[in-house]
């Protein structure tokens, strides 16, 4: 075969590749070296028969031998194609190409004398342009096909190409314009002020919010120009912190990029500059690399490979690789660039170390491994060579040899490159985030939900102390949650000055430590019944019960005694119909276990069997309890923690029985006889025990008795109150009512206010029933609810309650106490809440809930009045309870009894004694809807009322 036959181009080439010994080998190393370990980018040797990454195995050698070489094939002009030829495989690869950009250089005067970088002053103002040029060129390239953003490179060469004019002094302010210009804050700037530009009709505080918008990006882009704000700094804190052109040398990076600019940069290190603009180069590179879950960019799995033709030392070819070279040395930082040169000469210095064995194309995979394991001390010795890999490409082969290397490039298949590893794929990510995300916000909402915070309450709106039972949110707070189920604007009202004044209590407690400081726990059922005709308005009773806590605390936050207690109110749910009382009595001996300020409990409703469990859990913990409207006989009887300030069923019955008699003479066409409804469920203690005390004090007056068992509304009876007295079970409430029609004697209703009562009379008028009403205490829930008791306006009726509306004739305690209410509670006098004349709501609820906090409050000013510092806890403010009487007759002692709002609170001096004596009881009529101020009868010790005469 004749020499023509053997350059031809159709001999030269093979499956798109220059023929030579050894092509197959160059090809399957770069294949290898674009290849990026699945994990970081740790050093990892090839194995070139099975093509794989396998890891280095000596730890220590892995930071030292990280990198990827410059490729420095040298070939005659036969193989002028090569690096075309490679470029084209790696922009073919599958599924993904590899990022790349190829530089043909100019091959004019490559025969001239090559220089090198280690001479000095080698590079000049015009070798500085040549390789901005190249670099600019790749960069290009790189920013098209890979998708890479060259932040720090464009702002340098955009420095260079500045010119600031001919008055150095103006320099900084000048480019400081410019630059404000290009940064991203000056389009947000635009969208400010378009936006003000929109709205500058306002006025006031959105003026001042406008004005403000409009400066923000301003101040942002002053901070970031500093180069010394991280984060907020980005690429300008980066050219402070790069260790080219000494930029310590100068304040900021204004005064640095100043050095950058068109006249001023040719005065600088023309080596040092041009360093500088391969490191910022190679930095974009990295951080085109950096890669992290919450970053939306999948993780490049193959390196940038950066292809050289023809590089001589005269086209900048030559020193745009000794410049990546020296870069890489200095930095010690991985940059995920393989270079590859070709050139008909090895490049200065790549073949001058003798140590380094010379290497030919079928030879690749040797030399390689050769440079790899030399790389440590090459880089530790900073030596020129060190990242320089040179292989020797031959001539065209010789026809034995061509049969070999055509089978050998056959035999390589299309490059095909791993796609992103399956972990950092973008849907993995979301999937990921997603799941992460679900774990947290999944058991942070059942927990939100759970403490009654809902789905979606904030952190800082979770109290443990509250837990949701699926329709109720029970549990304790200091009024930073509303707890009223449901609730309104005078229901959030309430709540809202107990958190105020506990608030006020803490600041007081800090300014006078000497004074007591004690925490009381208002319990109440602040749930309201489903069945209320108005459900917020059901709670009447319960949120005026709150208001007389509140009052009594308002008032101690008044005082300046050091002998006056500091009160904090605490604001506890305990379930409808007291249900959950048990949660929360458990709830509170564990914040008594950590909280010495809490001396006990006040309030509880409806005696129940709940009721009585909670007192029951209250007393094991040690916590004193001073009810408020809880009457029955049991409770005072077998509790010795509990106390009360009402009265007990025993006087309510009898005062009752002895209404009636003077009813009967009066009104002599009734019949001398009574009918007692009472509730068939046997856990409602209170229905049952009224019950059975109305039909002994009636029958001691001379009155014919009976009883009948209704069932209530809303409540699954367990156990049959009549299955121990026997008596007949009438119906529901409205059909008891309804069996009132023929009858005309005097009718108990011994059952729940609400919502049983407004039921009851809708039965017994359904048939205008001529018996003589009279309701328990408890009616005083259904007065109260004025949506309710509208509903009734044929039947008048009387109905017991432990205290007496406010009326223009009190004075003293009773007086102040009231106007105390009306300051903290306006609602209670307005036009908006309740006319002033129409005092119902405000009946026992409220000064009941008072006296039982003055009850504590008076017991902790006992403990205050001798010498002795006596400690405040829940054990001697219970003994103090005790001591709350007047004097016994025939001892020396001084009147120890409360002149309370609701009457005269006095124990007796009888430690089993925890009723007062000689309680209020007031009897109430309702005629059209309305109650009568004027109290039809009045039995008790109060300073404001006397007894009606006919009191037993």
């Known amino acids: 075969m004749d020499h023509t036959t053997v350059r031809g181009e159709q001999d030269n080439q093979v499956s798109g590749l220059p023929r030579f010994v050894g092509v197959s080998k160059i090809v399957r190393l770069i294949d290898c070296l674009c290849q990026r370990p699945r994990f970081g980018d740790r050093p990892w040797q090839f194995n070139q028969d099975t093509r794989a990454w396998q890891e280095v195995s000596d730890q220590r050698e892995r930071s030292a031998r990280q990198g990827l070489p410059i490729v420095c094939l040298v070939r005659d002009e036969e193989h002028e194609e090569l690096l075309s030829a490679l470029a084209d495989r790696l922009s073919q690869a599958h599924p993904n190409r590899v990022p790349n950009a190829k530089v043909d250089l100019d091959v004019a005067g490559e025969g001239t004398e090559l220089r090198a970088l280690t001479q000095k002053d080698v590079l000049t ?52 314009r410019r630059l404000r210009q290009r940064d991203i804050t000056s389009a947000l700037g635009d969208a400010a002020h378009i936006a003000t530009k929109d709205v500058a009709s306002a ?69 040092q500059l041009a360093r500088f603009l391969t490191n910022a180069f190679l930095e974009d590179l990295r951080r085109g690399y950096w890669w992290a879950p919450w970053l939306w960019r999948r993780r490049r799995a193959t390196y940038v490979a950066v292809l050289l033709n023809n590089v001589t030392g005269v086209n900048g070819g030559y020193a745009v690789v000794q410049l990546i070279n020296d870069v890489r040395n200095q930095v010690s930082q991985f940059d995920p660039l393989l270079v590859i040169t070709a050139s008909r000469n090895v490049p200065p210095d790549a073949g001058k170390n003798p140590d380094r064995p010379e290497y030919n194309a079928a030879h690749a995979f040797d030399g390689y491994q050769h440079w790899q394991k030399s790389l440590s001390a090459d880089r530790r010795a900073r030596r020129a060579i060190a990242w320089y890999l040179p292989l020797k490409v031959p001539g065209i082969p010789s026809s034995a040899d061509r049969e070999d290397v055509d089978q050998k490039v056959g035999s390589i298949d299309r490059l095909r490159v791993p796609g992103p590893t399956w972990w950092s794929g973008r849907l993995v990510r979301l999937a990921v985030a997603l799941v992460v995300l679900a774990s947290m916000v999944i058991p942070y909402g059942v927990y939100s939900y759970n403490h009654c915070a809902g789905w979606t309450g ?19 707070t200091d009024g930073s949650d509303n707890l009223f189920q449901p609730s309104d604007p005078s229901l959030d009202e309430v709540t809202q000055v107990i958190l105020r004044q506990n608030d006020d209590a803490v600041r007081l407690h800090e300014q006078y430590p000497q004074r007591p400081y004690i925490s009381l726990a208002e319990v109440e059922a602040f749930s309201a019944p489903s069945s209320s005709i108005d459900a917020a308005n059901g709670l009447s009773s319960e949120r005026e019960a709150l208001e007389g806590v509140a009052v009594a605390q308002w008032r101690q936050l008044k005082k300046t005694g050091n002998s006056d207690p500091i009160i904090r109110v605490l604001i506890v749910n305990a379930g409808n119909e007291m249900h959950q009382g048990m949660t929360v009595a458990r709830q509170l001996r564990d914040l008594a276990a950590h909280d010495p300020s809490l001396v006990g409990v006040v309030g509880l409703g409806q005696s129940r069997q709940p009721t009585v469990d909670t007192i029951t859990e209250l007393a094991n913990a040690g916590l004193p309890i001073v009810a408020a409207t809880l009457s029955a006989d049991s409770l005072a009887d077998n509790h010795p923690m509990y106390f009360q300030v009402s009265p007990n069923n025993s006087r309510v019955a009898a005062v009752a029985a002895a209404f009636a008699k003077q009813w009967l003479m009066n009104n002599p066409g009734i019949t001398a006889s009574v009918r007692v409804y009472y509730s068939d469920d046997a ?41 121990r007295t026997g008596d007949q079970l009438i119906g529901n409430a409205e059909a008891s009512g309804r069996n009132t029609c023929s009858y005309h004697g005097f009718v108990y209703f011994a059952g729940r206010g609400v919502p049983d009562f407004g039921d009851f009379l809708n039965g017994a008028a359904q048939c205008g029933s001529q018996a003589v009403f009279i309701g328990d205490d408890d009616v005083t829930r259904y007065v109260v609810d004025a949506a309710a008791r509208e509903q009734n306006r044929v039947l008048p009726f009387f109905f017991e309650s432990f205290a007496l509306p406010p009326s223009g004739s009190l004075r003293g305690s009773k007086k102040e106490f009231y106007q105390d209410l009306y300051d903290l509670f306006s609602f209670e006098t307005s036009a908006g809440g309740r006319p002033f004349g129409d005092h119902s709501a405000l009946l026992d609820y409220t000064p009941l809930s008072y006296d039982a906090a003055l009850t504590f409050i008076t017991a902790v000013e006992y403990l205050r009045e001798g010498n002795e510092k006596l400690p405040v806890t829940p054990g001697t403010v219970w003994r103090e309870i005790t001591a709350i009487h007047n004097s016994q007759p025939g001892q020396q002692q001084v009147n120890n009894a409360i002149a309370g709002v609701s009457g005269q609170i006095d124990f007796g001096g009888d430690i089993d004694r925890h009723v007062p004596l000689n309680k209020p009881v007031a009897i109430l009529q309702v005629k059209n809807g309305e109650m009568d101020d004027t109290p039809a009868g009045f039995c008790g010790q109060d300073i404001d009322y006397q007894s009606s005469p006919w009191c037993s």
């Not at 040029?133 to 098209?144: E, G, R, Y």
């Not at 039972?469 to 549990?475: A, K, L, P, Q, R």
């Not at 002994?696 to 409540?715: C, D, I, N, R, V």
């Open 125 to 176: 103002p015009k070798d500085v342009g040549i390789v901005r040029a190249i670099l600019s060129d790749l960069k290009n390239q790189l920013a098209a096909k890979g998708r890479f953003r060259f932040r720090l490179f464009s702002l340098a060469v955009w420095l260079m190409e500045q010119d600031l004019g001919g008055d150095a002094q103006d320099y900084e302010r000048v480019l400081l």
């Open 203 to 271: 006025s006031g505080w959105p003026q001042l919010l406008l004005a403000l918008l409009r400066w923000v990006p301003l101040v942002a882009f002053r901070g970031r120009v500093t180069g010394q704000v991280p984060l907020l700094s980005g690429q300008y804190r980066w050219f402070l912190r790069q260790p080219h052109l000494t930029p310590e040398a100068t304040i900021g990076f204004l005064g640095f990029a100043v050095r950058l600019t068109k006249r001023e940069w040719p005065k600088e290190h023309c080596e």
């Open 458 to 476: 904030w952190p800082w709106r979770l109290n443990p102390s509250l837990v949701w039972t699926g329709s109720e949110c029970v549990g304790v």
């Open 683 to 723: 856990t409602d203690i209170y229905s049952v025990n009224l019950r059975d005390d109305v039909l002994a004090t009636f029958a001691a007056k001379g009155f014919q008795t009976e009883a009948m068992a209704y069932l209530p509304s809303s409540t699954t009876i367990t156990q049959s109150a009549r299955a």
